[in-house]
């Protein structure tokens, strides 16, 4: 019996219990000394759980900018800059003028190097600042009977100067080439066909964490010698100054045109064209729009963080925690890390590219591994509570790509007979309604039905992310819908 008694026996309870032979007296200071404890306990903790549903309201809104390499979203974080961070804007505003002459150094020096190829009759390489992409070299073919001429010969020399210019504004902006070809994307220059490639140079490329926007000075080449960057932007805009006219002259050329044509190559598609503003840029007080800011090209490895603190629209006062994370494939095991506390998913979908192949692996279709991409990011249990938003980017060059004849059935076996054309009768007066890109729209969603490990709505937007002013209209939609569901999740609405 005795043992039972014990096992039976709580020890807090014999522990609490009033002390035998208790007087009233003493009852009475201890039931007044345990009352004074519970308001003092209930006092913390109403006051912890005012903290932290302080702590939820004020948390950061953290947005994740997904998609594959080249799909958008460095423009589109772009583009929340632009509407939310103007100061900022300005103040990084110069430091893009060297991107934009890059930009379209790059494009003159390729035009240079399809001419010696044709020149030479051979199939000269492209060089490592070529924009020109594998799948278009291999189908270059020998030219025994060039149409270019003696004037041709002279451009590449007078436009020699350009060569330097290139080497000298990727080390004013610290670019730095890839080792691992895995790790870099060569920006295809039009729409390649399917097919096998060649290994080429890679493209060059900043890691997010240099400060090439706000360095002041580099080695101008020579011993303990340093230039400021506004006297190497000074000697840029001469350089393009002076050949500005030649520049034109060669983009404008009827026979270098029709070597474009022959070659399958539709330069105006490629990020970072600016071959149509010479005029306007090649000047010695050229001054970036904010339009050239957002269609600028540089390449960017690892995560960009940016910061935005809201001072006007729905979410005024609150502070969102954007994310741009690299979409090659050897970056995407970066993406699981930036999971976990997500509030919001902007995943960018490039449908222009349902012709075009993965730089990485020739064997899949671009259009396919985005499908693949939004498979693993919808069905995956940890972002089940995230708000997920799908862009369909790149309406503008798919539109010029069914305009110039490109069909969607020869590449996308499941799209049949579907209208191959734009329509402009359509209920978004804002944007043509594009037969194709409704067909890639219903197979995202079918995706999502099936595979999401909980209901969620399908929000989707056709964007052209390049065109500021619609896309600032489709970002106020996006943030008011993001901070609906991020206030839902606080319990605050």
């Known amino acids: 019996m005795g043992v039972k008694r014990l096992v039976d026996e709580d020890p807090l309870s014999r522990l609490l219990a009033p002390p035998p032979n208790e007087s009233a007296e003493e009852r009475e200071m201890r039931l007044r000394l345990e009352s004074e404890a519970r308001s003092i306990s209930d006092r913390i903790d109403e006051q912890l759980k005012a903290e932290r549903a302080a702590l939820k309201k004020n948390r950061p809104v953290k947005v994740l900018l997904l998609g594959q390499s080249e799909s958008g979203k460095s423009t589109t974080l772009k583009n929340f800059q632009l509407a939310y961070c103007q100061d900022q804007w300005e103040a990084e505003r110069a430091s893009w003028c060297m991107v934009i002459q890059l930009n379209l150094v790059r494009g003159i020096n390729t035009i240079l190097d399809l001419i010696s190829d044709d020149l030479t009759g051979g199939a000269v390489p492209p060089s490592a600042d070529s924009d020109v992409s594998d799948d278009d070299e291999g189908r270059f073919s020998p030219a025994p009977n060039s149409a270019f001429s003696g004037k041709h010969r002279l451009f590449k020399l007078r436009l020699a100067p350009l060569r330097t210019l290139q080497r000298d504004l990727e080390t004013q902006i610290g670019i730095q080439a890839g080792a691992d070809f895995n790790d870099t994307i060569i920006s295809p220059p039009g729409s390649p066909i399917l097919g096998p490639g060649i290994r080429k140079p890679q493209e060059f490329f900043v890691r997010s964490a240099t400060t090439w926007k706000h360095n002041r000075t580099t080695s101008d080449g020579t011993t303990g010698g340093r230039k400021s960057k506004e006297h190497q932007m000074r000697e840029a805009a001469d350089i393009l100054a002076g050949c500005a006219q030649d ?68 979410a005024t006062g609150s502070e969102w925690c954007i994310y741009d994370v690299g979409g090659s494939r050897t970056q995407r095991i970066a993406w699981y890390p930036y999971f976990d506390d997500c509030d919001a998913i902007i995943f960018l979908a490039p449908i222009s590219c349902f012709d075009e192949r993965l730089a990485e692996d020739r064997r899949i279709n671009r259009l396919e591994d985005s499908y693949m991409l939004w498979k693993a990011v919808v069905s995956s249990k940890l972002l089940a509570k995230t708000s997920i938003v799908l862009f369909l980017n790149k309406c503008d060059l798919l539109a010029q790509k069914l305009q110039s004849g490109v069909r969607v059935r020869d590449y996308v076996h499941s799209y049949g007979d579907r209208p191959n054309d734009v329509e402009h009768a359509t209920k978004c007066k804002s944007s043509p309604s594009i037969a194709p890109a409704l067909h890639f729209a219903q197979h995202f969603r079918d995706i999502l039905r099936k595979n999401t490990p909980e209901p969620r709505p399908f929000r989707v937007h056709t964007t052209s992310v390049v065109d500021t002013k619609a896309t600032a209209v489709t970002l106020s939609v996006v943030e008011e819908n993001i901070l609906r569901d991020h206030l839902q999740r606080a319990d605050l609405l």
């Open 247 to 314: 520049m034109k002259a060669l983009w404008e050329d009827a026979t270098v045109r029709d070597m474009l044509l022959r070659k399958g190559i539709r330069m105006e598609t490629t990020p970072g064209f600016f071959l149509n503003d010479i005029d306007r840029i090649a000047l010695r007080d050229y001054e970036p729009t904010d339009d050239d800011v957002v269609r600028a090209r540089l390449r960017t490895l690892g995560v960009q963080e940016h910061k935005i603190k809201f001072t006007k629209g729905p």
